[in-house]
């Protein structure tokens, strides 16, 4: 997915959108959020500000996470750095065990 420059919201992030970083950016009237080339490979969220956009992304990164299929198919496409791919995989673990895991980079 090609996002044009202007379109992107630079804001800091927290939590686990700081380690992985995902592009936020306005899409018409909504705010977006993806980590990946596009909605269909990646982690993808859009609200109607970078709020919500981050917590419907938040959410979609969860059911990616305790997918181990969805979960391989992102790491395939977007072929993140080596810390990224062993963040995704220990927190996919720790997220297995409990929710804790998710509550805890709950902070953008």
Same mark, same amino acid.
């Given at each position: 997915?090609? %996002?044009p420059e202007?379109?992107? %919201?630079? *804001?800091?992030l927290k939590g686990i959108a700081k380690k992985?970083?995902?592009s936020v950016f306005r899409n018409g @009237? $909504?705010?977006c959020v993806l980590y990946g080339t596009d909605?269909?490979? @990646? *982690?993808? @969220?859009? @609200?109607n500000s970078v709020e919500e956009a981050l917590d419907d992304w938040d959410t979609n990164l969860? /059911?990616?996470? $305790? $997918?181990? *299929?969805d979960i /391989?198919? %992102? *790491?395939a496409n977007i072929d993140p750095p080596e810390d990224v791919k062993n963040f995704l995989n220990e927190y996919q673990l720790r997220a297995?065990?409990?929710?804790?895991a998710y509550r805890l980079n709950k902070n953008y």
């Amino acid at each position: 997915m090609n %996002i044009p420059e202007e379109n992107l %919201i630079k *804001i800091p992030l927290k939590g686990i959108a700081k380690k992985l970083n995902p592009s936020v950016f306005r899409n018409g @009237g $909504s705010v977006c959020v993806l980590y990946g080339t596009d909605p269909q490979h @990646g *982690i993808f @969220g859009c @609200g109607n500000s970078v709020e919500e956009a981050l917590d419907d992304w938040d959410t979609n990164l969860r /059911k990616a996470v $305790s $997918s181990d *299929i969805d979960i /391989k198919r %992102i *790491i395939a496409n977007i072929d993140p750095p080596e810390d990224v791919k062993n963040f995704l995989n220990e927190y996919q673990l720790r997220a297995k065990n409990d929710d804790t895991a998710y509550r805890l980079n709950k902070n953008y």
